[in-house]
């Protein structure tokens, strides 16, 4: 469902190109309910823009990929790292934050 105040946006379908392009397409009417819903019943990506001047430019435009349900593998589990470079990031985090604790400290007193 795309969500927007009516009269303010509209939605167009389009395809890759004109996505690319945030051209309107030649043939189709925009969506302008406010409150558009659309089925994604076939597999695929879907293109979809805001069709009001500069709108789609300045980023109101989103690409769905519809995929046919079928449950994707779980992913790896990826086992922390022990090595030293973990370590010294944490120490130097540690001495900035001493360091911070000692300039406010000579403001302090």
């Known amino acids: 469902v795309f969500n927007y105040a009516q009269g303010s946006h509209n939605v167009f379908?389009?395809?890759?190109?004109?996505?690319l392009q945030c051209s309107k397409p030649l043939v189709g009417a925009p969506?302008?309910?406010?409150?558009d819903e659309i089925p994604l019943k076939t597999t695929g990506?879907?293109?979809?823009?805001?069709?009001?001047?500069?709108?789609?430019?300045?980023?109101?435009?989103?690409?769905?990929t519809v995929s046919d349900g079928s449950a994707a593998p779980a992913p790896t589990p990826v086992s922390p790292s022990t090595g030293a470079a973990s370590g010294s990031i944490i120490n130097a985090g540690a001495a900035a934050v001493m360091v911070v604790v000692g300039v406010l400290g000579m403001f302090m007193f």
């Open 13 to 19: 379908k389009v395809n890759g190109t004109d996505f």
């Open 31 to 35: 969506l302008t309910t406010g409150s």
């Open 45 to 64: 990506r879907k293109w979809y823009i805001c069709g009001v001047s500069g709108h789609c430019a300045s980023g109101q435009k989103l690409v769905i």
